[in-house]
């Protein structure tokens, strides 16, 4: 399994900006997905953003679209998810995750099947 590295974290005020990185151990392959999970205290995990490694098609939650942006840099094996326009609502533990992708598989369904998972990150949205 690949080792993943987060990094980027920290306290923001409402309506800022925080960009968070995942860095993977070894190389994706093209069927890969690397994608971001977040967990509010007292709540379930929910999905955040996605990107499949090889044609760098993107998905993102609702709650996220047109704030946060998914991007990978293939050189470093790293994903990155910067964050803008925060909420006080956008405050919880951000984990990356990879993981290979079964054929027609939605990111989501297999990073959350077969995914590696980071440390976490913390983001507090402070009013």
């Known amino acids: 399994q690949v080792q993943l590295v987060e990094s980027g974290g920290g306290l923001v005020q409402a309506g800022g900006s925080l960009r968070l990185s995942c860095a993977a151990s070894r190389r994706t392959f093209s069927s890969y997905a690397m994608g971001w999970f977040r967990q509010a205290a007292g709540k379930e995990r929910e999905f955040v953003a996605a990107?499949?490694?090889?044609?760098?098609?993107?998905y993102y939650a609702d709650s996220v679209k047109g704030r946060f942006a998914i991007t990978r840099d293939n050189a470093k094996n790293t994903v990155y998810l910067q964050m803008n326009s925060l909420k006080t609502e956008d405050t919880a533990v951000y984990c990356c995750?990879?993981?290979?992708?079964?054929?027609?598989?939605?990111?989501?369904?297999?990073?959350?099947?077969?995914?590696?998972w980071g440390q976490g990150a913390q983001v507090p949205v402070s009013s």
């Open positions: 990107i499949r490694w090889g044609n760098g098609s993107t």
């Open positions: 995750a990879a993981g290979g992708l079964r054929v027609g598989e939605l990111p989501l369904t297999g990073l959350l099947r077969a995914g590696s």
